[in-house]
């Protein structure tokens, strides 16, 4: 077998270093087998810690996630915390159900223990927004989530945060992966647990949390006269289960319906293709309790409970899933109004959101006279803005298109658990009023337009499909296109660049964000494609949104069609 220089050298490190006769005997079993493409992909780079931590596939390999792996970014992060932070220096960590999530914990703990560091660790799974809370109310200096989302079985992964109870930013996240990038030997990793250092923590802290989240309920009186409405609810598997109805039944639900083959915590998700909450099929066994029950509304997390996708009941009667766009914009108006309801809205309050994210949601902060920020994606950034403003101002609601929001300042992070919360209450206060969310929905698009959104993903695997994902963003920047679904291009921003192009002008004005790999076109007719490389999964993805006006209800389904038929036309000409 010929591999590139890089990869031959990872493999003989492997092979010839201080790693377990497990790792090696793998690696010659793949050499014996002929297995090229295996080795190459597992041993082509290392696995990078970016800015939000590491996600990847779980093996033997440089590139993969694994103890080694994992023990070098928890001894650079050790490295920075205590090159950063004098005295008494807490970490807080978590795990969701994933396999080996529980065995890397451990090894997470045993390194940052050996470090030196204080380590509360969960005593079961919990969810990414508990971690959040638990970093601030333990005024640790970082935290660290063993997940990989919403990614398949085979996946694995790390997210670190700092002391805000966000995922890592400037200059934080550039600290520790320098410090990362320094463990030059798996030799420098300090693996044995100094277990004094070990805290467990538990029931105390998700008392906590769930009374920061009752707080934020807005109609607990529209509850009580729906509480027995019926709701399904499935974590997949998930930390949804240990969190989600617990907290439906402290907001007053008393019909709270579980999928109870998903309410068994299982790394191999056995009951679904991917426990992502986005895909129609992992929300299939919810939609049939659905639908067996009557019930009004379906909710469903991902593993670690920053996620939700639900399904409401349309005009006909018939459960639809929202997308995450839908689901954002109904929330932040339910959140807005409820506050306004109470008097309670204040020139200081705001509401942030991504730029992949439905402008629609600008167009109903405007209308409440509340400002709306727009940060590149990644929920870190939309807890930046939170962290710089606290104190000053109020954040009451934001979001991202990924299904993952957001409401009040308790966390740093997307957080399902809450989300599911004031769902469910936005449910119910609307039919209390003898309404439905579909009802607003329409309502909402006949006042601020019919936006329709639509994700394209196109995957590219292993080292090959990096190199294509590269060559696609060079292409359009420089061959951009002139016109997309029959509007010209008025404008092209550029993150990467951080410039912003006018057309037919010319014109050039400096984006104020951090430089990230997303270009943006927008048209004179309102449609805005967004192409952005994930940052987490072999893929480049595709946002693309488009308008138009609704005059009432009855024009909806030709107006969908239309806008459908528009986004089409748009990926044809982007050649997606």
Excluded at 216 to 224: F, G, H, K, V, Y
Aim: proline residues 3%; negative net charge; glycine residues 10%.
């Amino acid at each position: 077998m010929a591999f590139d220089i890089t990869t031959q050298s990872n493999i003989n490190t492997w092979l010839n270093g201080n790693y377990d006769a497990e790792s090696k005997a793998e690696i010659k079993r793949l050499q014996d087998a002929g297995e090229e493409e295996a080795l190459t992909n597992a041993f082509y780079k290392d696995l990078e810690f970016g800015t939000g931590g590491l996600r990847g596939i779980m093996g033997v390999g440089s590139n993969r996630v694994n103890r080694y792996t994992l023990g070098a970014a928890t001894q650079g992060f050790a490295n920075y915390l205590n090159k950063t932070f004098d005295g008494d220096i807490r970490v807080v960590l978590a795990h969701d159900c994933r396999n080996n999530s529980t065995l890397f914990a451990n090894l997470v703990a045993d390194v940052f223990s050996a470090n030196g560091i204080t380590v509360f660790f969960f005593d079961g799974m919990r969810p990414t927004p508990e971690l959040s809370f638990a970093v601030r109310k333990l005024g640790a200096k970082g935290g660290v989530m063993l997940t990989a989302s919403h990614n398949p079985k085979e996946y694995n992964g790390y997210k670190a945060y700092g002391p805000d109870g966000g995922q890592l930013v400037s200059p934080d996240d550039t600290g520790v992966m320098s410090e990362v990038r320094n463990i030059k030997s798996i030799d420098e990793i300090k693996f044995e647990r100094n277990a004094d250092l070990v805290k467990s923590i538990g029931a105390g802290i998700d008392e906590d949390y769930y009374n920061e989240l009752v707080k934020l309920s807005l109609n607990p009186e529209a509850i009580a006269q729906v509480a027995d409405m019926p709701i399904v609810f499935s974590p997949i598997h998930g930390t949804g289960a240990v969190s989600v109805p617990p907290i439906l039944k402290r907001f007053g639900f008393t019909n709270v319906i579980t999928v109870e083959e998903q309410m068994v915590e299982d790394g191999n998700f056995p009951t679904v293709v991917y426990p992502n909450p986005e895909e129609q099929e992992a929300l299939t066994m919810a939609l049939n309790k659905a639908r067996e029950v009557n019930a009004d509304l379906v909710m469903a997390t991902d593993p670690d409970a920053d996620r939700v996708g639900i399904a409401i009941r349309n005009g006909e009667g018939e459960l639809v899933l929202l997308n995450g766009n839908q689901t954002a914009c109904l929330l932040v108006h339910y959140v807005l109004s409820g506050h306004q309801q109470k008097k309670d809205l204040r020139k200081s309050d705001y509401v942030v959101k991504t730029v992949v994210t439905s402008y629609m949601i600008d167009h109903i902060a405007k209308s409440f006279g509340v400002e709306c920020f727009n940060t590149l994606t990644g929920f870190k950034f939309i807890g930046q803005v939170m962290t710089k403003l606290e104190g000053d101002r109020r954040f009451l609601v934001g979001g991202e298109e990924s299904y993952g929001y957001l409401a009040g300042e308790h966390a740093r992070d997307k957080d399902a658990v809450i989300s599911c919360a004031l769902i469910a209450e936005m449910a119910a206060y609307h039919k209390s009023q003898g309404r439905s969310l579909w009802d607003v929905l329409i309502d909402l698009y006949e006042e601020y337009g019919f936006y329709l959104e639509k994700l394209i993903a196109v995957k590219k695997e292993g080292k090959a499909g990096a190199e294509e994902i590269q060559a696609m963003m060079s292409r359009f920047r420089e061959n951009p296109p002139s016109a997309l679904g029959g509007g010209e291009i008025v404008m092209i921003k550029d993150y990467q660049e951080s410039v912003s192009t006018s057309f037919p002008s010319g014109k050039t004005e400096l984006i104020d964000l951090p430089s990230s790999n997303v270009l943006q076109f927008f048209t004179e007719d309102g449609t805005i494609v967004s192409a952005r490389p994930s940052g987490t999964e072999p893929k480049i993805k595709f946002y693309c949104s488009v308008n138009a006006g609704l005059s009432e209800a009855a024009d909806f389904e030709r107006t969908q069609k239309a806008l459908e038929a528009k986004i089409d036309r748009v990926l044809a000409d982007l050649g997606v």
